[in-house]
Every structure is written in structure tokens, then in C-alpha cells.
């Protein structure tokens, strides 16, 4: 018999590699699509397409979290083995405009998630992704899975809400439930809005002389950036551990915005200098400071590893958007 996966977010970016890892490894995927997502142009596409693969092994569903009883009926006919929650505004910057939202998705959706579990006979494993933000200005560097949560912006609350409350329900009601606490994870299918994908982005425009300049925020920040390829792997192993249990997906390294810049720049050949301008609209009115993981229990406990280095990531997402932007025949 299959193992039966059911995915929050999946026509995220994680949702989607997730849902490609899980397939392969012979599971069936449902998939809860919010009615506002365009599946034509989603990130899931070719499977969508595939018709072997759609409506036989992969299942999309229309629900939100914001609408229990949808998504408890969803869960109740999908019968999952184990629950990826993916889903919830994940942009830190847009968490300061929508704040309210942000904690209804990211905080109250998660708690109605784990209320419908505890109510099911047979309850399936949940693995949650929370985010490096619930540390915010931490004491600890690097942190792991016992630093106290800071949180200093409205999605890092709301994170650090959600992931206080999956550890609630597993001691309580002896939920198979584990928290990911993902650092920033990207990958030629991160969103373009993320400075990432952002820079990398428009390094190619700017290269297929499609755009002229590249305005951003502070290029000072540092990230612990990993691949988001490596870490769907961490989520998948953490719900097949024996017991389950919190644990920091990292690299252990930091980088800055200039380092992304400079390596994407150079990817496509050109002085990142001559295009690169600071514009105030894309400074935070906060930023984390000293965010870096060590994912040593990871490792460790669940024989977790990065594949892809930081270098080869960025340029490896710069050559990405250069192919998708080239007019075709080009
Ligand atoms: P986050 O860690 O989830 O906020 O990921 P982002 O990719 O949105 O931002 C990473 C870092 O890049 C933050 O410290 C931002 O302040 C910084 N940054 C600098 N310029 C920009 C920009 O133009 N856009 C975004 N999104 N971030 C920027």
C-alpha cells in the first residue's frame, strides 16, 4: 500500500519539490490549493500536465486554512499518513503591511490544523515549517533547537506562535508532530520577491539588456542561505524518524546581500557596481540580527546533508532565470 502525503502550500516553492520527492518515492500526494492560486502557471505544472501522474497519484484540493471545515473534510478523505504544512504569507517584509492576516494564516491556521488532528482516531504525523525569524535578535549564535524565541517582526511571532503550539500538542496529546525550523532556503524556484531570486532575476534582465538597474535594501543583511532542494529532504526525514522532535535545517554559514549580488553579476559577466542601486522603499523597519543555524541534530539524528554550495546555488539560479528570459530562438 502507499503511504498517502497531504501538503499545505503546495504550489509553493518547498510544496513543489516536496511533492516531486514524495512521488518518486511511490507516495500519493493531495495537495490543498487555495482557490486564488493559478495552477496553469503554478510551480507544479508539469504535473499537472502529466496525466499518469494527475488524478492518479497526485491530488489537488481547494481548501484554505482560513476555512476549517473545508479542510477537515479534505483531510478526513485524503486519510493522510503524514501532514507537510506548508502553507501561510511567508514574506517577512509584507508581514509589517499585513500583520493581521499574516497571524491568521501562519498562527491561527496552524492551531485549527493541529484541532482537527487531535480530533481524528488515527492520527497522522504532521511536520510543520517554522522559520529562523522566531529568533529574531537572538542571545545564541548559531542557534539551535533549545534557543529562547525572539521574534522581532509580525511573521516571526506568528512562527514562533505556531511552532509553540505543534510542540504543545505533541506533549499533550501525544501528536507525532515535528517543527522544522527552516533558515532561508531558496532556489530557481524561490518566489521573486525574496532578494534571492530577486538579484539573480534581474542580473540576467539586466545581461538580455531587458531591464537597466536593480534598486534594494540593505545590501549589508546576511542570511544563512541553503537549498530549498535539501531541505524538503530534511522535512521528509523527520516525519520517518522514530520518535518525533524539533530540528534547525542550516548551513552554518552566513552571507550578506552583496555576496548574492556580486556572485550573480558575475555569473552573467558584468560589475554589479555599475547597476546596483540602494533604494530606502526596501529597507525593513527591523532585521534580525546574527540569524545562523547549526543543524547538528539534523545531522546527527536523522543522517541529514547539504548537497549544494552557496556559490553554486546563486549561480546556478542566475543561469536559470537567463534561460527563462532568453527570447525564445534566441
Ligand atoms: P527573509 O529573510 O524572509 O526576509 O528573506 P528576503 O529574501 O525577503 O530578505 C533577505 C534579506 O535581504 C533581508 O535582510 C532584507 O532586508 C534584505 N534585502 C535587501 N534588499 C532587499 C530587497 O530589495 N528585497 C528583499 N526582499 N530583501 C532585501
Request: charged letters at 25%.
Amino acid at each position: 500500500m502507499s503511504k498517502i502525503a497531504l501538503i499545505t502550500g503546495i504550489t509553493g516553492q518547498d510544496g513543489s519539490y516536496l511533492t516531486e520527492l514524495l512521488l518518486e518515492r511511490g507516495y500519493v500526494v493531495h495537495g490543498v490549493v487555495r482557490r486564488t492560486s493559478s495552477l496553469d502557471r503554478s510551480r507544479l505544472k508539469d504535473l499537472y500536465a502529466d496525466s499518469e501522474t494527475y488524478k492518479n497519484r497526485l491530488f489537488l484540493h481547494y481548501a484554505d486554512l482560513d476555512d476549517p471545515t473545508t479542510l477537515r473534510r479534505v483531510i478526513f478523505k485524503a486519510a493522510p499518513d503524514e501532514i507537510y504544512h506548508l502553507a501561510g504569507q511567508s514574506h517577512v517584509g509584507l508581514s509589517f503591511e499585513i500583520p493581521e492576516s499574516t497571524c491568521e494564516m501562519t498562527a491561527m491556521g496552524t492551531l485549527r490544523l493541529l484541532e482537527m488532528i487531535r480530533d481524528l482516531p488515527k492520527k497522522p504525523r504532521l511536520f510543520h515549517a517554522a522559520s529562523s525569524e522566531i529568533f529574531g535578535k537572538p542571545t545564541d549564535v548559531p542557534q539551535d533547537e533549545k534557543t529562547s524565541l525572539r521574534p522581532v517582526n509580525p511573521y516571526g511571532c506568528a512562527k514562533a506562535f505556531a511552532f509553540q503550539m505543534v510542540a504543545v500538542y505533541r506533549d499533550t496529546f501525544g501528536i507525532f508532530a515535528c517543527n522544522g525550523i527552516m533558515y532561508n532556503h531558496e532556489s530557481p524556484r524561490r518566489g521573486e520577491n525574496f532578494v534571492t531570486r530577486k538579484i539573480c532575476r534581474a542580473a540576467a534582465a539586466i545581461k538580455l539588456g531587458i531591464e537597466k538597474e536593480l534598486s534594494l535594501g540593505d545590501l549589508s543583511s546576511k542570511r544563512d542561505w541553503g537549498d530549498a532542494r535539501d531541505y524538503v529532504v530534511g522535512m521528509f526525514l523527520a516525519l520517518q524518524h522514530e520518535t518525533p522532535g524539533d530540528y534547525v535545517f542550516a548551513t552554518g554559514e552566513l552571507n550578506s546581500v552583496e555576496d548574492v549580488v556580486r556572485i550573480a553579476f558575475e555569473t552573467v559577466g558584468l560589475d554589479w557596481k555599475q547597476f546596483v542601486k540602494q533604494d530606502p522603499r526596501f529597507m525593513r523597519p527591523a532585521e534580525p540580527q546574527r540569524l545562523i543555524g547549526n543543524p547538528s541534530k539534523a545531522e546527527l539524528q536523522l543522517g541529514w546533508k547539504r548537497t549544494r554550495a552557496f556559490t553554486q546555488l546563486i549561480a546556478e539560479m542566475t543561469l536559470s532565470d537567463l534561460e527563462n528570459l532568453r527570447p525564445t530562438g534566441a
